[in-house]
Structures are given as structure tokens and as C-alpha cells.
């Protein structure tokens, strides 16, 4: 598995070795050892899986304290703009964010670390994302910021659609109360 370390300071781009020949391919999508080797320190305990059709955004999510989650996503139909957004105060880089295309055919995972707000596009139709989680989901700790943020200003690339009512209505940057330490471990 080859690790990236992305401009924002937690985000791993993982790409994983794939061997191919006349029977198909196989690659190691998870290895606990591995992510310590590159300094993750997480251990995962729920996962996920979305479907979610072409154009549709969903997000920006994430979880407050106790229940602070770090994210390992994977797309396994299809393809993402996924999108992470720094929202650790004091972080010299908070509220900025970084996009980076996972698909089927590269087989990328991302990292996003507590701390981060996460959302994503599905760049095609029935594109499906399988996420581990280091912390189990808790209506009481969920929060998040508007996908159309006139601060964030994140650049889709398709124009959204579909977004649910529960996303339409969170915050906006500004509003946002950011994360303190315990928002981030």
C-alpha cells in the first residue's frame, strides 16, 4: 500500500497494491498493521455502506464528543468527489477543504481523521461508498455544515441534487461551532 500524506495535515490517501491477470484482481482493501506502519492510529469499529445516485451530495457530516469519528472510505461502485473540511480549532488551515476523486478503478481509500468534516458527489449513477468508522453513529453528537457554504466554497463538480432536508438545514461556516480537543480524538 502506497500512502500519501495530503495537503491537510491528517488526511492519507492510501493506495493499495492490485494484482491483476487473466482471472481478475485482488488487493488487500483494510490492514490494521499497515495503517500504523504510516502513523494512523485507529482502531474501527462500525461500518458503513451508501448508495447513492449520480449528482447527489451528501454531507457535510461529522460527529461531536464522546462519539468523534475518524473515517477510512472507499468507493466500490462507481466514483466520489469526496470532500474533507477542517474544522479543528486552531488549526492553522480550519475551514479549509480538500477533494479527492475515489473510484472503483483506482481503488483509493481516504483517511479522514476526527476533526474533519466529510461529504461527497456520486459521480455516477448507483456509485456505492463502504466506510469504516472509529466510533458508532449517535444522533446526539451528529453536526455539520451546508454543503453550499459561501465560505467553503467548495467547488462541485456536477450541480447538487437531491440534497436531504436534514443537510439543507445545517449551519453554515460561520455559525459552526469549531471542534476543541475532545471534538478531535
Known sequence: ????????????????RVFSDSRGW?????????????GVDATFVQDNISQTAK???RGVHLQRA???????VRCVRGAI????????????????????????SNHCALYIPPGFGHAFQAMEEGTMIYY??????????????????????ITWPLPP?????????????????PLGPEDCT
Open 66 to 72: 464522546p462519539y468523534a469519528q475518524g473515517k477510512l
Open 81 to 104: 468527489f469526496d470532500v474533507a473540511v477542517d474544522l479543528r480549532s486552531g488549526s492553522p488551515t480550519f475551514g479549509e477543504w480538500e477533494s479527492f476523486e475515489l473510484s472503483e
Open 55 to 57: 449528482g447527489i451530495v
Open 1 to 16: 500500500m502506497e500512502s500519501i500524506n495530503a495537503r491537510l495535515k491528517g488526511l492519507v490517501l492510501l493506495r493499495p
Open 161 to 177: 441534487q437531491g440534497v436531504s432536508e436534514k443537510d439543507a438545514a445545517l449551519a453554515p461556516l460561520e455559525k459552526f461551532h
Open 26 to 38: 485482488f488487493m488487500e482493501a483494510y490492514s490494521q498493521m499497515d495503517l500504523g506502519r504510516i
Open 132 to 153: 469504516k468508522c472509529t466510533r458508532g453513529y449517535s444522533k446526539e453528537s451528529e453536526d455539520g455544515i451546508r454543503y453550499d457554504d459561501p465560505d467553503l466554497r
